[in-house]
T-cell receptor, first 116, second 116 residues
Framework: KQEVTQIPAALSVPEGENLVLNCSFT??????LQWFRQDPGKGLTSLLL?????REQTSGRLNASLDKSSGRSTLYIAASQPGDSATYLC???????????????FGKGITLSVRP | GAVVSQHPSRVICKSGTSVKIECRSL??????MFWYRQFPKQSLMLMAT?????????EQGVEKDKFLINHASLTLSTLTVTSAHPEDSSFYIC????????????FGSGTQLSVL
């Protein structure tokens, strides 16, 4: 059974700091890994998707890496801003119950607070 | 990017009533939709996977008679919480994909259900 862990549960940093959010998963048989952002009481916004054959993806100030063999991913945020404050969720896609679909397993998320 | 619309965003109901939540893919055909539930400070938990025109596949521990899922068209899936009880109070989120394994999922904005 796939398990996704994100530690710590919360993080507070001053504005401008570069930071790394960690994610680990137990089963390396994945299709892809995604990082999402969730604002309080809202749905999810996909930030980056890394296919199992890829090592990293970049979008603006965000960079996500994937080491499938060790079951780890990191989300790097450069020059953090107060607007980056949100919960960041890591999710891995693996084979679903029917085999015809993929299933996302989520971590509990890391709540980031960027202080002005 | 693709848009998934979810309604209502918030619903308060009395215990024993049924509540229907709609999830629509606005600019793409979603052969597969997923329904998740999220309790405060917890990760999203997959409830069921629905493919257009067929019965939903429920995850272990999810009561199919309580959480009725209908995916009648390629752009609409509904989740009906029947005879809701206070313990059903949660944040429900749908997501949709085009049915190809390993592709990005698009999420609705979520529905906060409060059962009094």
């Amino acid at each position: 059974k796939q398990e996704v862990t994100q530690i710590p549960a919360a993080l507070s940093v001053p504005e401008g700091e570069n930071l790394v959010l960690n994610c680990s998963f137990t089963d390396s048989a994945i299709y892809n890994l995604q990082w999402f952002r969730q604002d309080p009481g809202k749905g999810l916004t996909s930030l980056l998707l890394i296919q199992s054959s890829q090592r990293e993806q970049t979008s603006g100030r965000l960079n996500a890496s994937l080491d499938k063999s060790s079951g780890r991913s990191t989300l790097y945020i450069a020059a953090s801003q107060p607007g980056d404050s949100a919960t960041y969720l890591c999710a891995v896609a693996s084979r679903g119950r029917t085999g015809a679909n993929s299933k996302l397993t989520f971590g509990k998320g890391i709540t980031l607070s960027v202080r002005p | 990017g693709a848009v998934v619309s979810q309604h209502p965003s918030r619903v308060i109901c009395k215990s024993g009533t049924s509540v229907k939540i709609e999830c629509r893919s606005l600019d793409f055909q979603a052969t597969t939709m997923f329904w998740y539930r999220q309790f405060p400070k917890q990760s999203l938990m997959l409830m069921a996977t629905s493919n257009e025109g067929s019965k939903a596949t429920y995850e272990q521990g999810v009561e199919k008679d309580k959480f009725l899922i209908n995916h009648a068209s390629l752009t609409l899936s509904t989740l009906t919480v029947t005879s809701a009880h206070p313990e059903d109070s949660s944040f429900y989120i749908c997501s949709a994909q085009t049915g190809v394994l390993g592709q990005k999922l698009f999420f609705g904005s979520g529905t906060q259900l409060s059962v009094l």
